[in-house]
């Protein structure tokens, strides 16, 4: 039988949620921004650069101090500050509660969700869940309330992201497996992408559904028990496994490229700095 945590084991997650909090502001603070936040042109009242005036540029937008010192003509630019809605939904499904060892997929996943928000409340972006369960809004309260949003369990052996109340012109994240039907996945993306909404899909992995190691005679069963396969030769369904795996993962890259979406496949054996280096650089290429 495949080694698990128990699916009752995740009732006990609303003890962990302050040990979840605290790791997902550690990683958070740990991570080096750098110049991060909304760096680029815009409506707002700081400075952030100059440069060479183009074809277009008003002559009222020409700065003729800077330009005085050269030969050339440059352009004054203040720092975009209209504040960016971020909206996140984090699977809960039974499947994510799967661990062979340490934490749980979803607990990696909602970790991840809770450090990028951190950064992003921080640099002034309004974050929220994709449900309507928690409007997107800005300030450090939005944290816990959305560690809450992330700790409602699921009866769904699958999950399938929640779109009905995203917010047009806005970013989404969508962390899971993506296990379940892929037709309700696309439904939800190209729902979302139709309403000019970008985001990034982060697949979160144990390191046995990646390398499937069984061998010999061998109980399959799904995490909430509906589900049950067993084989009396594994190691012989690995390569048809792998190649399952591979198409799904394409699939999923496929998906995100049409819609010009970002994706991501991270394990819970990989350093959780990792997870969040690409979803926060992910987001930032959007923002």
Known sequence: MIPHAPLNDALELA???????????????????????????????????????????????????????????????????????????VDTSASMYFASEGSSKHFRAAMLALAVGVLLSDAGEKIGSSDGLLPAKPGRAQIPALAQVFSRISDDDFGTPQTDDLKPHSLAVFVSDFFGDFAKLERAVTSAADQQIAGALLMVLDPQ????????????????????????????????????????QAALASLAQSVG????????DQPASAGLMWLYQALEYRR
């Open 209 to 248: 559904e990646v390398n499937f190691p069984f061998a010999g005679r061998t109980l399959f069963e799904s995490m909430s028990g509906g589900l049950r396969y067993e084989s009396q030769k594994a190691d012989g369904l690995r390569a048809k496994y792998r190649s399952a795996l591979q198409d799904r």
């Open 261 to 268: 979406w970002q994706f991501q496949c991270h394990t819970t």
């Open 15 to 89: 003890s962990e949620w302050p040990q979840l909090l605290a790791q997902a502001q550690r990683l958070a603070h740990s991570f080096a921004l750098g110049g991060h936040g909304r760096r680029r042109a815009g409506a707002g009242d700081i400075f952030w650069q100059f440069r060479p005036a183009q074809a277009g540029d008003s002559l009222r937008a020409i700065d003729w101090r800077r330009s005085a010192r050269a030969d050339d003509q440059f352009v004054r630019e203040n720092e975009w500050q209209a504040a960016q809605s971020v909206q996140f939904w």
